[in-house]
């Protein structure tokens, strides 16, 4: 149904409104206007100025706009209680769910053309597709949004952005991913008054693609600054409860205004909550740093951390990505066992479309843990995938490294001839122009954040 608003329309609605309320149309007209007026305006031949507009509505008790579009009062309300209802579905690890509600939400404010809630339902398609690995679904979800907020400040396309993001690195695009982050980062530093809450999201997000790509230097500092800016964001799941249980007792009232205000407040805290996935980031990431300095007992306790969080979230492809460096922490422990069933668990979920860089690092432990029991064999298949699906990536580290366990173990097997060409392969990977570094780093926050 497209809502209508030309004169024809509005004389409908004005002519039903004031039969339902039994007026004629000289009592409709009372004191500002002639009952002449309000029959020109039935008939549809004039449409009322806004004075006018403003004026009937408030005599047939309702609100300019209802009378203006035929839209309840109410229903921009309504669609936003809808909203933070599936926002609380996916907080609590219900994507499934949420995603039919946001569906709900999307559809129907589309089909009375209301645009506020439009972004946000888009925003939570998109992390629900995320949740499932649907990754095409959840750029297509994340580009839409940013389309309606082309218009707005970037704290606003912040959440869009980083979605887009985190999308195209599942999807194995490291560099485009790391470099629609570094933007938005230096956009926001470089405007002087940038949002805390979006600082946040991003540097958080910017830390898996640049552990993907070797960047660890980068990763280490995007952490330490999302970590410090973390207690602006304390866990909002009660207050935004409070919020939502407040405005349903204001609907019923007939207090739509302050309803429409406090689901405003329990929105933005339910949008906050996908932060908990983010902060788990930067627990995986002092786990990565403990691992590469021998200290494994406390790599081990901030990798299971980082896992617990992401697993409440039912957050499954990046619960993954933790997997694979728990499982190295386990083989490098001595714990072969327990490292392999959890990379074999990983294998049946990921693939060349679907977390391929950590499908990669799982046959490449994989053929490490199979060197290590003497099984050359299993070892050169695993290392075979990982070179294969880590060609499709930007990921140009982990291919000069894998190739140099190949190289070695082509080597030790006698085959010299192949292990010099697999050798030359992982040395114009690693002095490849533009694959080994970035370029310059994003900005750091200005004067008052965390330096």
């Known amino acids: 149904m497209t809502v209508r608003t030309d004169a024809a329309a509005i004389g409908q609605r004005l002519q039903q409104l004031r039969r339902e309320r039994g007026l004629t149309q000289r009592a409709l007209a009372g004191d500002g206007y002639t009952a002449a007026y309000v029959s020109t305006l039935e008939a549809g031949k004039v449409r009322p100025s806004e004075t006018a507009l403003r004026y009937l509505a408030e005599r047939l008790g309702v609100t300019p706009d209802e ?4 839209r309840p009062a109410q229903l921009a309300t309504e ?3 809808a909203l933070t209802e599936a926002q609380a579905l996916l907080a609590a690890g219900q994507p499934g769910p949420a995603g039919e509600g946001f569906a ?3 559809e129907r404010a589309e089909r009375e053309e209301v645009t506020a809630v439009r972004p ?5 398609l998109g992390e629900c597709a995320l949740e499932s690995g649907r990754l095409e679904q959840a750029r297509e979800h994340f580009e839409a949004a940013e389309l309606l907020l082309a218009d707005q400040p970037l704290p606003q396309r912040a959440a869009a952005v980083r979605g887009r993001a985190v999308a195209y690195l599942l999807s194995g695009e490291l560099r485009y991913s790391c470099y629609l982050l570094e933007t938005a980062i230096d956009q926001l530093n470089a405007a002087g008054l940038p949002d805390p809450d979006a ?3 991003l540097y958080a997000a910017v830390i898996g693609p640049y552990m993907d790509m070797g960047a660890h230097t ?4 995007a952490a330490e600054l999302a970590l410090a800016l973390a207690p602006t964001a304390t866990d909002p799941a009660l207050v935004a409860g409070l919020h ?6 204001l609907i019923a009232a007939g207090r739509i205004t302050e309803a429409d205000a406090s689901l405003a407040r329990a929105q933005q805290l339910y949008q906050r909550l996908r932060l908990s996935s983010d902060l788990a980031k930067c627990h995986w990431m002092r786990g990565y740093v403990h691992s590469q300095a021998g200290q494994l007992e406390q790599a081990e306790h901030e990798l299971r951390t980082a896992r617990e969080m992401l697993a409440v979230q039912q957050a499954e492809l990046f619960t993954h990505q933790v997997d694979v460096e728990l499982a190295d922490v386990l083989r490098r422990r001595g714990r072969h066992q327990e490292a392999g069933r959890l990379l074999h668990a990983l294998l049946d979920r990921l693939g060349p479309h679907r977390g391929a860089v950590h499908a990669a690092g799982a046959h490449r432990l ?3 843990i199979a060197e290590e029991h003497g099984t050359s064999e299993d070892a050169e298949e695993h290392y075979v995938r990982a070179l294969s699906l880590l060609e499709q990536t930007g990921a140009a580290g982990d291919l000069a490294d894998l190739c140099r366990l190949l190289g070695d173990l082509y080597r030790r097997t006698g085959r010299t001839a192949l292990a010099l060409d697999v050798y030359r392969t992982g040395l114009g990977h690693r002095a490849a122009p533009g694959t080994t570094t970035l370029g310059p780093g994003p900005a750091q926050p200005p004067t008052g954040f965390p330096e």
């Not at 009378?67 to 035929?70: I, R």
């Not at 946000?120 to 939570?124: D, I």
């Not at 939502?244 to 007792?249: E, F, M, N, P």
């Open 199 to 201: 600082l946040l999201l």
């Open 104 to 106: 709900a939400v999307l």
């Open 218 to 221: 980068r990763a280490a500092q």
């Open 120 to 124: 946000a339902a888009l925003l939570g």
């Open 79 to 81: 669609l936003r209680l």
């Open 366 to 368: 994989l053929g490490l």
């Open 67 to 70: 009378l203006s579009t035929g």
């Open 244 to 249: 939502r249980s407040v405005a349903r007792t």
